[in-house]
């Protein structure tokens, strides 16, 4: 089993520990917070050990887990990987795309591995359906929030947003071609809604809403393409597939026909694939835990995250445009 610490232990890293805590690979060491006293009371009421020094955390581990804010994502993956440990950071990768391509310098010298925690990826409903989502030329993602002051360090794009981004950026081979986007500051100091139009070479166009001042939380993206309309709700763990093919020749009584100018008849019908209940952050955990066993790629490794971020940065940008 491999040892891991965790570095931050507020909302999310509170449940990273207690899933890493249950991993049966991994073996959790301890953790370390930058707030003594809400480390010291983290550890008395769920009993994980609490390191006063972050470098005494990561001496100890094979692993660090990275649950930390934003803002010191960086120096903390940074020490980590100076001392050969291998990382779990969570998304967005760091804060400058300058500094994420030190970290892509850093995983290279000292031959460790690292992963984004980009948990979309890992959604139980994306993961039935990923496999049929060929060549999409057009994608619509609206991923809504009610308020809440965590994540508001950040704007929008980077708290919300960035989700999409990086799914749409697996599912899309092809590179960005141009961005057009923009934002409004509405309770934060950044950003608070956000739109994006992303257009790829190939011709593939995105558009993406998000909102952290929402009445209700959404997170749905649809994905259009040749025959075939796929509906991912991440929220609701639901999935809906609607495909066209040519329409049999002699034509029953429930089937659903569409005829166009030209024609040509199309037969609809609908696929309900199952979807697993899984644990999205326990599977990205350990999958990581598999890469490094087996020296494989990470699934969302350090390269598709400072991706993720290099786009959802230029979306920022383009607000001011």
Known sequence: ????????????????????????????????DADAEHGQNVAQEFGYTFFAAMDELIDAVDVIDIVTPTLSHFDGA??????????????????????AKQLLEL????????QVGHVERFNPAFSAVKHQIHNPMFIEAHRLAEFNPRGTDVPVVLDLM???????????????????????????????????????????????????????????????????YISVDFLEKKVEV????????KEGDFNMILQNAEGVKKQIYFENPEVQTTNAILDELETFA???????????SLTQGTQALKVALEVIEAFGK
Not at 12 to 31: A, M, P, Q, V, Y
Not at 86 to 96: G, S, V
Not at 109 to 114: A, D, P, T
């Open 162 to 228: 960035i989700h999409d981004i990086d799914a749409i950026l697996s599912v899309v081979d092809s590179e960005v071609k141009q961005i057009n986007a923009s934002g409004v500051s509405v309770i934060s100091n950044s950003p608070d809604i956000a739109n994006a139009r992303i257009e790829f070479e190939n011709g593939c166009v995105a558009n993406l809403t998000a909102s952290r001042i929402s009445l209700k939380n959404m997170r749905k993206s649809r994905f259009f393409q040749k025959d075939a």
């Open 107 to 114: 995983e290279k010298k000292h031959g460790v591995k690292g």
């Open 242 to 249: 609607v495909k066209m093919k040519d329409a049999p020749e």
């Open 290 to 300: 598999d890469a490094i066993n087996n020296d494989t790629v990470p699934v969302v």
């Open 78 to 99: 940074k020490k980590a990987m100076e001392k050969g440990k291998h990382i779990f950071i969570e998304k967005p990768i760091t804060t400058t795309y300058e500094e």
């Open 1 to 32: 089993m491999l040892k891991v610490g965790v570095m931050g232990a507020g909302h999310l890293g509170k449940i990273h520990l207690r899933l890493l805590d249950t991993s049966e690979k991994f073996n959790l060491i301890g953790f370390f």
